[in-house]
């Protein structure tokens, strides 16, 4: 059991699964920048997520999870492609955050992520992002159609 | 769905690990205090994304290892509300249906986010009456939700013997629009 001598920090508490354990550490910022898939997987491809045993097996769940998504094909050039061809469209940080995440290429999909979409754009316009969407961005690997789920034991 | 995370910790390093260079112990130390848990309001630590700066290394009195105090950042998993999700569907039920993530497992759709009208047939799937199409939910399919909301709940003093074992992150989706639930019935 430690014990820790805090001044001014702010007591909260992690919590793992079932267990609590009471840390005291300050949070100087909750948020310091949101990150594409891609970001975080390739951050986890340099962790060494590809091997067994260099990373946590939390890492590798979030790798696994993220190998089946449209970030494993992605790059930075076509990421900074699409962000310069959808400038015109004038979508808030969210909207081009998840059209890079998850890469509609259906005016259904487009729908779903862009808010007020009927109001913004006509549907030509609509058609047009999902085709440029499905040029510029790579697509997910080919047998991602069913990622891997524990069987729940019955 | 992720975001970066600026915390500052102040901890005893254990004195196995000061032999170690130390970033590495450092790193190996917050690995184990934050990969994996909660953080009310923060979400889900993934990783260490890095660390800004070490100070101190002072040996308190009746300890036998340095304390530091170190200000990096962690890769949280903490998506927004209204983010649309893809995850499959792990559990289905009267209630609703419960997605995995792989990694997380405690996203609910509760069955007044289903649309509607739905109902839930003896076999275990869920069935949509669309103008007269029946659409249906099976188990294991890709499904794609939206984040209604994402919630902390405290940890209970009393559990019943047989409640559901309790989430410190719980989100709630919702497949109520267009474009929303199974991936297969919006494909052409």
């Not at chain 1, 930075?76 to 059209?99: C, G, H, N, V």
């Not at chain 2, 019943?160 to 052409?188: C, Q, R, Y």
Request: net charge negative; aromatic share 12%.
């Amino acid at each position: 059991m430690h014990t820790y001598y805090f001044r001014d920090e702010q007591k909260a508490l992690v919590m793992f699964r079932c267990t609590t354990i009471s840390y005291a550490y300050a949070r100087i910022e909750a948020n310091a920048g949101n990150l594409t898939n891609f970001e975080v997987l390739d951050f986890l491809r340099s962790r060494g997520a590809t091997k067994l045993g260099s990373a946590a097996p939390s890492e590798c769940k979030v790798f696994d999870y993220l190998e089946q998504t449209a970030a494993a094909n992605q790059s930075r050039e076509s990421i900074a492609e699409f962000l310069k061809r959808s400038e015109k469209y004038d979508l808030t940080k969210a909207e081009k955050l998840q059209t890079i995440n998850l890469r509609p290429t259906t005016p259904v999909a487009v729908y779903v992520i862009i808010e007020e979409c009927g109001q913004r754009f006509d549907d030509e316009q609509v058609s047009e992002f999902a085709e440029m969407v499905e040029e510029v961005l790579p697509g997910p690997p080919a047998n991602s159609g069913a990622m891997e789920v524990d069987q729940p034991s019955q | 769905m992720f975001c970066l995370s600026l915390l500052e910790h102040t901890f005893r390093l254990p004195a196995e690990l000061v032999a170690l260079p130390l970033p590495q112990s450092i790193r190996g130390e917050l690995e184990k205090l934050f990969l994996d848990k909660v953080i009310p309001n923060l979400g889900l630590c993934i990783s260490v994304y890095d660390i800004r700066s070490i100070e101190g290394g002072l040996i308190w009195p009746g300890e036998g290892s340095p304390t530091y105090k170190v200000t990096f950042r962690l890769v949280m998993f903490r998506p927004f509300m209204g983010e649309i999700l893809v995850g499959n569907v792990k559990r289905l039920d009267k209630d609703g249906l419960q997605v995995s993530l792989g990694f997380f497992e405690d996203v609910h759709i509760p069955a007044n986010l289903f649309p509607q009208p739905s109902r839930f047939m003896e076999d275990g799937t869920w069935e949509w009456d669309w103008d007269g199409n029946e659409q249906y939910i099976y188990h294991f399919e890709k499904i794609r939700f939206r984040v209604h909301t994402v919630e902390y709940p405290t940890i209970p003093i009393d559990q019943k013997a047989n409640a559901k074992p309790f989430a410190p992150m719980e989100i709630i989706g919702t497949i109520h629009d267009d474009g929303l639930g199974p991936v297969s019935w919006w494909e052409d």
